[in-house]
C-alpha cells in the first residue's frame, strides 16, 4: 500500500513539474536537463553555447583554495567539550585545493529528476535499479512515531520540492554523483552538436539491460572510445561529480573572509561563541527545544535549502538543517587533532556504527542540539543506512574551461 501511495505521488508531482506557463521546458538547476526529457526535440531544443563553456557546473560555486587553522576558545562549546568542559579543542590547519560546491543541498526535486530519468531508461528491463534508488522513507520513523505524517509526504508532494533530500544513503548518494556526471556531460556534448539526443522511445522499445547500456550516454565510456571518436576534439569535460572530503566540507563551511584574521565559526557572525544566552542569535535550523540533547521538538522538521542567507562563499545551510554526507571513512582513534576528535566522539558513537564501511557526516540538523552545528564536529554511520536528519550536497575538482579545438 505505502509503495503503491508513494508511486502515484511521484506520478503526480512529475506531472506538475512539467508545466510551464510559458510553454518551454523547465529545467533542472543540478543538471542543466529539461524536465520533460522525454518529449520530443527537448534536448535538441537546448541552445549551442559556442566555442567555450563556462566551467562552473550547474547549481555550484567556486570555493578559493586556501589554507585556515582552526583554534579553540572558551565562548563556544562542541561535542567534546560536553564531554570534557575543562579542556580545550586541540588546534588544526586545513588545506585545500580550489574545488566547486553546491550551493545548497540536493533537494526533493533533484531526487525526483534522478528517478524519474532512471524509470524511463531502466524501469522496464531493469526495475530493480529504480528501487535501489528510492529513497528509505520509512527512517522517518526511526526516533519518531509509526504514523510520522512526513514518511508518506515529505518526499513526493510538490511542496516540498525545496526541501533537503533525506533518508539517502551513503552509497546512494555516491551513485547520484555518478548519475550526475553523465547527465552534465552529456547535455554539453548535445549542445556543442558532439553528440545526438538520446531517443527514449527507442530506449523504451528495448527488451533487455545490454542493449539499454550500450543506448545510454556515460563520460567513461565516451572517453574510452575508438582514438577518433569526438571526445579527441575537447580538452576536458567536467570532472567527476562527488561527494566533498571532510577537510572541503569544512574549509568551506568556516567560509573565512578574505584578509580576516577571525575565522568565524558560523556564517552569521564573526564572533567565535555559542553558549546558551546567545542562541537566540544563531540563523540556523536546529533543534531548539534540545538544549542538552534531550527531547526533539515534535513541530520541527527541515526547511528549504535557501531558507538562511548563505555565508561568504555563498553556500546556504552548511550549519543546521540537514546533516551532510562526506566521502571521509569513519575509524574510530584515528586523527586526534581533529576538533571533536574521533576518539572522544566515541563516547557518543555505538560499537556498531565502530565498522570499516562507516562514513561521516556533517553539519547538524533540524533535531540535532546546538554543539552540533560547529563545522568540525563529526559523527559517522554505516554507508548503507540513511536517516531522516541526513542528507548531502556535491562537490567537484576545478579544472581548465572546456574548450572546443578547431
Sequence with gaps: MHKMIFRISLITTTAILLVSCSGN????SATGWPYDFKSENALRKTQKQGNTVTNVPPGMVEIPGGTITVDDIEDYETA????????????????????????REIRNIDWREYLNWLTAVYGKVAPEIVEKARPDIKAWNKGLGENEPFMMNYFTHPSFNEYPVVCISWEQAVEYCAWRTDRANELLLIQQGVIKAPDFNAIAAMTDLASVKKAIFTTKEFYAGPLNN?????????????LPSEDEWEYAAYAKRPGST???????????FINVK??????AHYNKASVNGGNTDIFSRT????????NDFGLYNLSGNVNEWVFDRYAAKANISKIDSTDILDVFLPDQLKKPDSRVFKGGSWKDPVFWLHPSGRRAMAQKDAASDVG????MSAMPLLIRKN
Design 303 to 310: 526547511v528549504p535549502v535557501t531558507k538562511y542567507g548563505p
Design 25 to 28: 521546458s523547465i529545467r533542472s
Design 262 to 272: 577571525v575565522t568565524a565559526v558560523y556564517p552569521w557572525d564573526e564572533n567565535k
Design 80 to 103: 567534546n567539550r560536553r564531554v570534557n568542559p575543562s579542556v580545550l579543542n586541540l588546534r588544526k590547519t586545513i588545506t585545500v585545493n580550489t574545488f566547486y560546491m553546491d550551493a
Design 230 to 242: 569526438p571526445a579527441s576534439t575537447f580538452n576536458g569535460l567536467y570532472p567527476d561529480y562527488r
Design 278 to 283: 546567545n542562541q537566540k542569535k544563531l540563523v
Design 392 to 395: 548531502f550536497r556535491c562537490a
